[in-house]
């Protein structure tokens, strides 16, 4: 049996590193289409047809008011708001007495929201809570949860106040996610940090027994019952 085989795998690791894509995030409920995109995004759909929220991620709005409320709301739910679902807190369970490493594409920060070490976590695709020069004068990025729950609170009509267009402190420049979608990505210190932190126990564990989980999907549900039962 293949559930059995892989607790084993886990139980007789010296050292188990994650690699988790989307579809770990979706298994917890972030679904980006269907029911949660009309509740969430009904206006969006209806004056633009919108299908689901990542083709709308890459909508060129006419302006920066509406393309924040648009925004605001994307980087809200799926960053903010808990996860529909225990399937993060049930990964941790499994791996909280291991020597585990986590790299993630996943940019809605669910790992160190469920109690994962943030000293274990490498970010490699960024993060839907940072903002970044949109043309980076710096290697720096910034917190934007405040101003994110203002442009949800202060929207109307599809629009953020004018005030609350996010401008970079050093230039003035507009602001975006610090998401990797091409060369002007950020890589900021915390991200450099990580990445020296995954060499690191890639390194320390090198003639180690090691596990690779490639976690994408929703077995992990499964997985976690039958290990347990």
């Not at 509406?66 to 903010?80: D, F, L, Q, T, V």
């Not at 996943?106 to 994962?116: C, E, L, P, R, S």
């Not at 903002?131 to 949800?152: G, V």
Request: proline share 3%; with cysteine; glycine share 6%.
């Amino acid at each position: 049996m293949e559930v059995e085989k892989l607790k084993y795998a886990i139980l007789n690791s010296d050292a188990i590193v994650v690699g988790a894509g989307a579809g770990l995030s979706t298994s917890a409920g972030f679904t980006y289409s269907g029911e949660r995109f009309q509740r969430y995004f009904s206006d969006f759909i209806e004056k633009y047809g919108f299908s689901d929220m990542y083709t709308a991620g890459f909508y060129s709005f006419a302006t920066e008011e509406e393309k924040w409320a648009y925004w605001s709301r994307h980087i809200y739910y799926n960053r903010y708001v808990p996860a529909p679902k225990p399937v993060y807190e049930n990964l941790l369970k499994l791996l909280k007495d291991k020597d585990y490493f986590v790299i993630t594409t996943n940019v809605d920060h669910q790992f160190q929201k469920a109690g994962f070490d943030k000293q274990r976590l490498f970010y490699t695709q960024g993060d839907y809570g940072l903002f970044q020069c949109s043309k980076p004068c710096h290697q720096k990025t910034y917190d934007n949860e405040k101003l994110i729950i203002r442009m949800i609170a202060e929207q109307k009509n599809m629009r953020i106040p004018s005030s609350l267009v996010p401008r970079c402190p050093i230039c003035g420049r507009k602001m975006d996610v610090n998401l990797r979608s091409d060369e002007t990505f950020v890589e900021d210190d915390g991200w450099h940090a990580a990445s020296k932190r995954y060499e690191d126990f890639i390194n320390k564990h090198q003639d180690d027994k090691v596990l690779y989980l490639d976690l994408g999907c929703a077995a992990i549900l499964q997985l976690y019952s039958r290990c347990h039962s």
